[in-house]
Nanobody, 123 residues
Framework: QVQLVESGGGLVQAGGSLRLSCAAS????????MGWFRQAPGKERELIAG????????YYADSVKGRFTISRDNAKITMYLQMNSLKPEDTAVYYC????????????????WGQGTQVTVSS
């Protein structure tokens, strides 16, 4: 079992920036992928960024490409999401997730979840 705890959400104006963090604990040796999902009201949860835990290769959904940057610190077992040029449509609950097969670019890869953190972007 992997435990994930997100932090860093909040309220920001359009055009602003936020940085989310996700700290992992427990059976972290089984983690090969980590990713960020988001779910806006009335919409399905979507994978917006993923990273191969050992090679650091990133994946981005088109909706965030060029604005968001995913990274990780293997020593701290922590993943980050730097969000720049935020838009009102980025408003959602953001979830950290982990997977054990290495397909960091696939939503189906992920089977451990954090509790979520709210990001609200005002216009």
């Amino acid at each position: 079992q992997v435990q994930l705890v997100e932090s860093g959400g909040g309220l920001v104006q359009a055009g602003g920036s936020l940085r989310l963090s996700c700290a992992a604990s427990g059976r972290t040796f089984s983690v090969y992928s980590m990713g960020w999902f988001r779910q806006a009201p009335g919409k399905e949860r979507e994978l917006i960024a993923g990273i191969g835990w050992y090679d650091g290769n990133p994946y981005y959904a088109d909706s965030v490409k060029g604005r968001f940057t995913i990274s990780r610190d293997n020593a701290k077992i922590t993943m980050y999401l730097q969000m720049n040029s935020l838009k009102p449509e980025d408003t959602a609950v953001y979830y950290c997730a982990a997977g054990s097969k290495g397909y960091y670019f696939r939503a189906s890869e992920y089977n451990s979840w954090g509790q979520g953190t709210q990001v609200t972007v005002s216009s």
